[in-house]
């Protein structure tokens, strides 16, 4: 099939939308807590309803989509994206922001299990590698960029007189004056731009391949019955757990420790987090040609049990620089433990691969322990159990025997 630069385009752009609309989480959260007066468990629920839709939809969109084809399922789950967003928009309440978010975080595990077969199709095979890197960085990009969009917002929305029209057009959809709630009118206008283009484009038939197919109900239990399957599951849940509570707690760890505005230096510690994750996945996919994957694995999560640990009991300054930098060191650790899964076990791995994705749960689970810890203990010590979650991959790093290691090449060959 011949190249389709414009569809490669439009699949990036949605790289960037999900990631950008995902990861905003993390700054609005202390302003959150203060607008409806939360305490840290109910805060916490926030994420939860968002990722607990990622753990329940990712299989069953995989078998939808292979049943209706990708357009008619993205038009599906840019609705759903749309349909949240402007339901938080018109009654900006803590319940409505749970279902909210629930629905959003519907649309956006159907369009994660769209995305790379699509992009396959639309940029080759022969340049399918590239295009994922590039998405990852497009992901990256659109993580850090979306704090600074919400700092400007927050500025932009209190100045007088309004100076930028777009700005002074959402500030009159603002309901009950709480500003910050502006960026859910955004995501709408961005959703349903999205749809009408999505609408005008024709799509190829993208014939799946065996590592992408979903399988029947049987193999799934054969599967889960099968203890490396178990465990790298687990794995998965410790990191999307860990990432997240790293995520959505450390602008309001600086607020309650550190005194720090989460409008500005919280926002832009969040924004350093995706940034420098984006950096650090570059960085490891040069390692992985020098290194073997389970002693990064190691490396890695080793370095990111000390940086945390500087980011919760150091001082200020170190707290700030610390943050981001887990986001850096613990960037390698979800296509390492994915990769490591797929190749432990010999056959179903399109059926693995979605069991794998429900793990993103984790992203669900680990910030709701930690808020319900730290009413108890306060959000220091509750933020402790990362611990374990890094722990857990550590022993993962030992565990694992695939039958296949990483390709790996001396120095010397390169020069």
Known sequence: MQRNNFLVGVILLIWFVISFVTNILGPLMPIIIQTYKLSLTMAAFLPFSFFLAYGIMSIPSGIMIEKIGEKKSMLIAFSLNFIGAISFGLYPQYGIALGSLFIIGMGMAMLQVIINPLMRTAGGEENFAFFSVLGQLVFGLASFVS????????????????????????????????????????????????LLLLSFISMPAVELKEDEKTGAGSVYLGLLKNKDVVLFFIGIVTYVGTEQALANWMSEFLRTYHGVDPNKDGAQVVAWFWGLMSL???????????????????????????????????????????????GFFISVMFSIIFSLALNSVSQHHGSFSGILCSGIFGGALVPLIIGALGDLIGLRFALVFLYFTLGYILFLAYYAKPMINNKTVKLKELF
């Not at 490891?284 to 945390?308: E, F, H, N, P, Q």
Request: proline share 4%; glycine share 6%; net charge positive.
């Open 147 to 194: 704090p600074f969009v919400f700092s400007y917002l927050l500025t932009a929305l209190t100045a007088h007189p309004i100076e930028n029209p777009l700005v002074g057009v959402l500030a009159g959809l603002v309901k009950d004056g709480l500003s910050w709630t502006a960026l859910y009118w955004l995501f709408s206008f961005i959703f349903l731009l999205i």
């Open 280 to 326: 650090g996945c570059l960085l490891g996919l040069a390692l992985l040609k020098l290194w073997d994957s389970k002693l990064i694995l190691k490396m890695a999560t080793i370095i990111s049990i000390v940086v945390v640990s500087l980011a919760l009991f150091g001082s200020k300054e170190l707290a700030l620089y610390s943050f981001p930098a887990a």
